[in-house]
């Protein structure tokens, strides 16, 4: 019976590219005895689990498939100064339980859940951290471009999307230097075919709802909104959705979200956001904030879902780390929701999705209990009084304001 945990963490998780990460610390595990050098690095690993444990990054790796013991120096998962920082990754391989050579089959350890770290704790880099060993360049690129691999080709996961032709490749450190000696400059917004509502530099923006500018990115009061409150983050460029997004722009995105949510938690409020990349031409992420005292984040996630089913939609839960590129492709119509603790619901929307949906579901019974507000066009006001709002809501905002640091 004592045996059987230590079995499911030894088989319960699948087994690494070897060949990688056994090369790049060899020399290290040999001086420490931990590496015995009977694993033929060339003919173990899987290049699925590779292309698996890039896209997921997850905090520990665990293999158990080549029943030896090896552990690797932990690795990064961004490239420094070109990406966001993110969490580091351990490789552990661990022996067979109760194995002759009483190679380790072990492995203890504490772990706190994402969603309970602070950010800055959560990325912060152990001082042994090396590359990511996943990353190739030069021949070991060309070498792992020549693994045919047809049927991972046209498997199509819900999460993780291994489709190369999908998505856009990140290019190497590096890469084309020689024909390229500068690096390229950033692709700019594609322009709108008309008239747009929501693009900055566009005179059909209604100015006076504006509330805040970053570089990328700004806030507006919605029109009739839900409550006083309730605002817009939107790109100053066109984009129509998140998808579409470049990487400096889902960065700021990512700033506003993190700055709304302490801005509305000092009012005693959670919000909850939402897109609905259908039917619409620009890039609108909702943020509706609901008071502590109406409800739990576990009612509006019910209210959603319940309400979801009750109109015959398909409203999946996701990764709560997972990125919303890694689920819908570009030009895709999809329903996205996302609560203050970090839980997302999806929906990809395939025809006659109702337009009114989040808001109905907010303005229900369940949460906010204004059922007479589920449309918008019945809650506008007087230009005076949006003005006035919108003066009231820069004001509160400005000690939050991190474009101010700038």
């Not at 966001?84 to 339980?97: D, K, P, W």
């Not at 983050?233 to 700021?252: D, F, K, R, T």
């Not at 938690?265 to 609901?290: A, D, T, W």
């Not at 689920?327 to 337009?355: C, M, S, W």
Request: charged share 30%.
């Amino acid at each position: 019976m004592a045996q059987k945990p230590l079995r499911l963490l030894a088989c319960g998780d699948v087994e690494g590219k070897f060949d990688v990460l056994f090369n790049r610390v060899r020399a290290i595990q040999k001086k420490s005895g931990n590496f015995d050098g009977e694993v033929d690095t060339k003919k173990c690993g899987s290049a699925l689990v590779s292309s698996l444990a890039t896209g997921l990054k997850p905090r520990y790796h665990f293999a158990a498939l080549e029943k030896t013991y090896y552990e690797r120096l932990p690795y990064r998962n961004h490239i420094v100064l070109q990406e966001n920082a993110q969490h580091a990754t351990r490789f552990i391989a661990l022996a067979n339980v109760g194995n002759p050579e009483k190679k380790k089959y072990l492995y203890a350890f504490s772990i706190v859940p994402m969603k309970l770290m602070d950010t800055a704790e959560l990325v912060k880099q152990p001082p042994d951290v090396t590359e990511n060993p996943y990353r190739k360049s030069g021949k070991e690129a060309s070498i792992g471009k020549q693994i045919p691999a047809p049927e991972e080709e046209t498997a199509c996961q819900f999460f993780f999307d291994l489709n190369e032709k999908q998505g856009r490749k990140r290019s190497s450190p590096g890469r084309d230097s020689k024909s390229s000696p500068h690096p390229k400059q950033p692709r700019k917004p594609p322009q709108p075919p008309g008239p747009c509502w929501f693009c900055l530099a566009s005179p059909e923006v209604e100015k006076h709802l504006v509330v805040n500018i970053g570089t990328h990115c700004y806030l507006a009061l919605a029109k009739g909104g839900l409550c006083d409150d309730h605002v817009l983050i939107l790109p100053i460029g066109h984009y129509q959705s998140v998808v579409e997004l470049s990487a400096e722009v889902v960065e700021e995105v990512e700033k506003y979200k993190a700055t709304l949510r302490r801005f509305f938690k000092s009012r005693g409020k959670r919000c909850v956001l939402f897109e609905r990349n259908y039917k619409s031409h620009h890039l609108q992420l909702q943020v509706i904030p609901v008071p502590l005292s109406c409800c739990t984040t576990d009612d509006i996630k019910d209210a959603f879902i319940t309400q979801a089913q009750e109109q015959q939609i398909e409203l999946l839960e996701i990764p709560e780390h997972s990125d919303i590129k890694q689920i819908a492709q570009p030009g895709a119509a999809y329903f996205y929701v996302e609560l203050d603790t970090g839980e997302k619901l999806f929906h990809r929307i395939k025809k006659n999705f109702p337009l009114q949906f989040g808001r109905e579901v907010l303005a229900s019974e369940a949460i906010l209990n204004i059922p007479d507000k589920s449309d918008w066009r019945q809650c506008q006001i007087s230009k005076e009084e949006e003005e006035t709002l919108a003066c009231r809501f820069r004001k509160d905002f400005e000690p939050f304001d991190f474009t101010l640091d700038d």
